[in-house]
């Protein structure tokens, strides 16, 4: 049988047999005498007897009802959010694991591997993540308060951002630099929904975009190069330097990447791969817009041809850099496949089409460039509104001999290098169906933005000048894909439509951009 002592002091006043206050976790008496406490658990002790009397009989206990086990609020919420975030990362990522090292060398998404570690110790990251993660979710569902608990949580972050970077101490972490990346990932696929819940005001969508845009910028340049040639702000940076051109070819600004500073210093210690190497000369491309508008207003001949010499140095570069990248740069070309263009199946598959669509976004935005400074810019105003795009095959036609400064043989082209910008621009439209395959992932659908938006607006620009093509078709029933198809169609939209009108009445706003060198003013 079993004997329970009955006394409720703690182990070590009942040996010294003196009186104890039972307090917990250690008595006071046990504390004043300087005695470690023994505790209130009691040993049992075991008395041998033998039964004398009565049967052997089994002994039945009744099982004690156990109550529902509950977390605490807090415990709870954590785990919710764990929830969430396990399942974003699996929607956002292709094949739904992270990114392995051979996708690393061609994708821009090594920042996703430095958030997921960040996370637990970066609040406003967590927030943006959350965010994210629960207006994917509630879109995909159609879930009304997913949705509305993302746009709180969104503007939890936004303001979690702002106190930070107002704390001089943690305005410069890898963590803020990690959550504007989400955050310019919200703005593009859920801020809409803002419009739905007024009590959550307006957000935006564009200006909100542009806002984080500018402030992942600002924050880049106020660390300066010299902070980001190791760790995760080098990962960051590099995987974030192509996106923050989106904003200056926007506002076709010149880059303030595009100095030899930043082109050198945050790899003095890691090794550039190809992707670093392919934004090396895309951090250019904004000047040569810049520039181009300023040759519009202020013409000369000296100016002109100081253009078509930095268009020539660029052109030369990206040959060069086609030579090191080879045959991965023809896998989704729709030019060199005898059918349909074989699928992306691995992460290393998508991170190669993106990089195929950054590039060729380069060759349309160099190759246009040249064709406004050398048949557009030196003709009069009145010229200028007779001129029959018709005369020149670099916009209405697809040929590969459009106009080239460089006259470079690729070595792995079946024809002569392709100048002409609209087939870089058919090149794009032929294969942004992919990044919306079950396996690209969101990371997929967001990578290709911004090439889809310039190649939509370029071919409304051209097919307002004579084009006639199925492309632009292509690209806009991109559009009626759920989820995230649909969320760039919005986008979109209302990236252009923010665009200043052409006063002249040529065409429609989505086409102002592209022919700001080309634009018409009234005599």
Known sequence: MVRVPTSKACNTCRERKKGCDRRTPACGQCILAGFECGGYTRDHLFVHAKVTNGRNKAIYTKKAPQGDITLHPSLESKARDEKYLGLYWSALLPGSRTLSPDALEFSTGGWTTVAGQLCGSENTLRQAILATSLSMLGDRDNNATLKLNGLQTYTRAVQSMVTAIRNSRQGNTDGLLAAVRFMIYFEIFFS?????????????????????????????????????????????????RLHTLYES????????????????????????????????????IPGLLED??????????????????????????????????????????????????????????????????????????????????????????????????QSHPAITSSCANGISLVGAQSLRTRHSRQTA???????????????????????????????????????????????????????????????????????????????????????????????????????
Request: glycine share 8%; hydrophobic share 35%; proline share 5%.
């Open 249 to 284: 070819i926007t506002q076709r600004k010149a880059s303030p990447f595009s100095t030899f500073e930043w082109k050198s210093v945050p790899w003095e210690v890691e090794p550039k791969t190809v992707k670093d190497l392919m934004v090396d000369f895309m951090t250019d």
């Open 292 to 389: 181009l508008d300023y040759l519009r207003s202020n013409y000369s001949e000296a100016l002109r041809q100081e253009l078509l010499d930095k268009c020539t140095r660029i052109e030369a570069e990206i040959a060069e850099w086609e030579d090191i990248i080879g045959p991965p740069l023809q896998m989704y070309d729709y030019d060199f496949a005898d059918g349909p263009v074989s699928l992306p199946t691995t992460d290393k598959g998508f991170a190669i089409l993106h990089l195929s669509q950054f590039y060729w976004s380069a060759c349309l935005l160099l190759y246009s460039t040249i064709w406004f400074t050398q048949t557009i810019i030196p003709l009069s105003q009145s010229q200028r509104s007779e001129y029959d795009a």
């Open 421 to 523: 910008p609209t087939a870089y621009a058919f090149k794009l439209a032929h294969s942004f169906y992919l990044a919306y395959l079950p396996g690209a992932g969101a990371l997929g659908s967001h990578c290709s933005t911004f090439p889809l938006m310039l190649t939509l607006s370029y071919l409304t620009m051209a097919e307002g000048l004579g084009l006639q093509c199925s492309e632009k078709q292509m690209i806009e029933s991109i559009f009626d894909i759920p989820f995230l198809g649909s969320h760039v169609g919005q986008f979109s939209r209302k990236m252009w439509n923010a665009m200043p009108r052409d006063d002249a009445g040529l065409y429609d706003s989505h086409s102002y951009w592209w022919r700001h060198g080309f634009q018409v003013t009234k005599e």
């Open 192 to 240: 809409s929904e803002g419009s739905k819940y007024r009590q959550m005001g307006s957000l935006g969508k564009v200006k909100g975009w542009e806002g984080h845009k500018n402030g992942e910028i600002a924050l880049y340049t106020s660390r300066g190069a010299d902070s980001l040639r190791t760790g995760f702000g080098h990962q960051l940076f590099v995987d974030g």
